[in-house]
Nanobody, 121 residues
Framework: QVQLVESGGGLVQPGGSLRLSCAASGSIFSINAMGWYRQAPGKQRELVATITRGGSTYYADSGKGRFTISRDNAKSTVYLQMNNLKPEDTAVYYC???????????????WGQGTQVTVSS
């Protein structure tokens, strides 16, 4: 079994910052790409950012210039630094990871349980 546990969400004022963390644990051989998604009330889940094992990153337009994704492979952890937060960033943020459990098998996608981010004055 593989578990992803997010932390770092909360209530922040517009213009503020938050740093989300997501730690993977369990029966893991290797972790390929990791990413952050978010889902606002009444909306579909959307991609925020992704990062490969080698550190290549991709950002959705919504977070470019404000969000930074990073990872610590030794800790099986991915981070999302969010600066200059806006009310429209309010959502539940989920991390996901493509995990290889057994060597030479295809990776499988796992999701965390989500952490609430609320941007409001």
């Amino acid at each position: 079994q593989v578990q992803l546990v997010e932390s770092g969400g909360g209530l922040v004022q517009p213009g503020g910052s938050l740093r989300l963390s997501c730690a993977a644990s369990g029966s893991i051989f290797s972790i390929n790409a990791m990413g952050w998604y978010r889902q606002a009330p009444g909306k579909q889940r959307e991609l925020v950012a992704t990062i490969t094992r080698g550190g290549s990153t991709y950002y959705a337009d919504s977070g470019k210039g404000r969000f930074t994704i990073s990872r610590d492979n030794a800790k099986s952890t991915v981070y999302l630094q969010m600066n200059n937060l806006k009310p429209e960033d309010t959502a539940v943020y989920y991390c996901d990871a493509a995990v290889t459990v057994v060597r030479h098998t295809s990776p499988r996608e796992y999701w965390g349980q989500g952490t609430q981010v609320t941007v409001s004055s």
